[in-house]
């Protein structure tokens, strides 16, 4: 949690941190630690001990005084633009991080942060070294206090949750509603597609203040079989083939995400997908059942592995054993990932990372089977942990078959 911030700038000796970015769009540091949006961006200062203070362009103000900062200062209290004119605008913004930081006590060891460019992050250390600074770069600094999210925080995906499973259900609504003629869905007549599909989804994320960040997943058939294949546009959706439906949107107002799949046939699957399909929700349940704070996130992920190894699925442990041979079908990727205001941050769940869980993590727990060529089955909730177990921000149903 933001509260953490003092205790990470301590462990690696750090006076002050700099978190800078031209909008908080896209920039999860900033928009974290500002709790709001700014379209112009700005600078984030905080040194360790004291309240921070952030420094925006003078239209962005009013934003500003809507998030975390209380001390929020307008550039042109700073001269910003005669300083500009008289050393241009790089040397301008160091000159401006100095007069700042030397305002607070700060003279040495500081905290570079935030999405910039590599470029202009390279050019800003070297001239604030050139005023006495020492720069260090701590890239997942942010990120480790990121990880651990607040009771506010938890609510607001709380929200996103909610609202992302109000346009699941709208979709899974229109498509039972959608008459078949032999094996293709019909739609206003004319063959319904992914595309079409999509474009509902889309139309009702809008209505409930949400963007997909990334293209949703609406995959059926071969093209599941590809974890990260979003659907061929054109293709026609077609009964009794399994169809991956991962949506994983962000709140235009605050931020933060939700993630979850679901794998569904409209009509009747077929035996091998039901098998596989109940492979795949055995295996979550074993990971959900060991959800805990202090529980380890590798064991975890073996504890699913060797589940789906048992039903005849290959999976990393399968892989690692036979080093050289490509993953292209089982279980060919890790368990989870964070969720916040980001999709896929800390914490990780997979046996190639260590992770032990934390109370107030949020994390997705997402096993899968793909075979190439044929479908994939994916199941997702995304969950928080707690002391003796997990709250699930997901409730929707995991029946396979749609009717």
């Given at each position: ?23 908080t769009s896209g920039n999860p540091p900033l928009a974290y630690v500002a709790g709001c949006n700014i379209p112009r961006g700005g600078l984030y ?312 869980l934390a109370e107030g993590d949020v994390v997705t727990v997402e096993p899968g089977v793909y075979y190439p060529g044929k479908y994939g089955i994916?199941i997702e909730d995304t969950v928080t942990v707690e002391k003796t177990g997990f709250r699930n921000f997901s409730t929707l149903d995991k029946s396979?078959?749609?009717?």
């Open positions: 949690m933001i509260d953490d911030l003092d205790t990470e700038l301590d462990k690696v000796s750090a006076e002050a941190i700099l978190i800078i970015g031209v909008s200062i905080k040194k360790t001990g004291e309240d921070p203070v952030l420094i925006v362009g003078d239209l962005d103000v009013g934003s500003a005084k809507k998030g975390l900062v209380q001390n929020i200062r307008p550039y042109s209290q700073f001269n910003f633009m005669q300083l500009i004119g008289e050393h241009g605008i790089d040397e301008a913004r160091v000159r401006l991080f100095d007069e700042v930081l030397k305002g607070m006590g700060v003279h040495k060891r500081v905290v570079l942060s935030g999405m910039i460019e590599a470029g202009q992050a390279i050019d800003i250390t070297r001239r604030l070294e050139k005023h006495g600074y020492e720069v260090i770069a701590e890239p997942e600094l942010i990120e480790r206090v990121r990880r651990t999210k607040s009771p506010h925080e938890l609510e607001l995906i709380a929200q996103v949750a909610r609202k992302t499973e109000k346009v699941v259900h709208k979709t899974f609504d229109m498509l039972r509603n959608c008459p078949v003629s032999g094996e293709i869905v019909l739609h206003n007549k004319a063959p319904l597609t992914v595309a079409d599909v999509k474009t509902f989804i889309n139309r009702n994320l809008a209505e409930e203040n949400l963007v997909a960040v990334f293209d949703t997943i609406f995959a059926p058939g071969s093209d599941g079989a590809d974890p990260h294949n979003h659907g061929t546009p054109e293709r026609e959706i077609k009964r009794d083939i399994p169809i991956v439906f991962d949506i994983f949107p962000q709140d235009v107002s605050t931020g933060y995400c939700f993630d979850t799949t679901r794998t569904f046939v409209i009509g009747n699957a077929p035996h091998d997908v039901k098998k596989t399909h109940e492979d795949v929700a055995v295996a979550q349940q074993t990971a959900l059942d060991q959800i805990a704070a202090g529980a380890d996130g590798q064991m975890i992920a073996r504890s699913v592995c060797e589940v789906l190894e048992a039903r005849k699925h290959k999976t990393p442990l399968y892989y690692l054993q036979n080093p050289g041979m490509a993953m292209e079908e089982g279980f060919i990727h890790g368990l989870g990932h964070g969720v916040g205001l980001t999709i896929g941050e800390p914490p990780s769940l997979s046996l190639m990372r260590e992770c032990i994916r396979l078959e749609l009717k």
